[in-house]
């Protein structure tokens, strides 16, 4: 697999895994960190350090699928920013 596609597959189920982080505070810094290392990383040529950096994600993708599992065994209530809004009729 070429290291661009390596790295465009590693981006892709970093963000998966993170959504899937159940407290939101955890859920945006991941996302947001991973965006930002991914575009400050964009114009690296270097293959010995694309292959480190492609072997960090890595680690850090396990990492993230560990957090979302413990984060599952001790769910708590959602934030309001995460709740769902619904529309009611307007009471005239």
């Known amino acids: ?5 390596q790295a ?17 505070n955890f859920r945006m810094y991941a996302a947001r ?5 991914f575009r400050a990383n964009r114009v690296i040529n270097d293959f010995k350090e694309i292959d480190r ?3 960090s994600g890595k680690e850090s993708l396990e990492l993230i ?3 979302v599992i413990i ?5 708590t209530d959602k934030l309001v920013i995460e709740q769902k ?3 009611r009729p307007s009471d005239d």
Not at 10 to 23: D, F, G, T
Not at 33 to 37: S, V
């Open 1 to 5: 697999m070429s290291t661009r596609r």
């Open 8 to 24: 465009i597959t590693l981006y892709r189920n970093l963000l998966r895994e993170s959504e899937k982080l159940p407290a939101y």
């Open 33 to 37: 960190k991973i965006r930002d290392t």
């Open 53 to 55: 950096l492609v072997a």
């Open 65 to 67: 699928r560990r957090q």
């Open 71 to 75: 984060g599952h065994l001790y769910t």
């Open 85 to 87: 809004k619904t529309l």
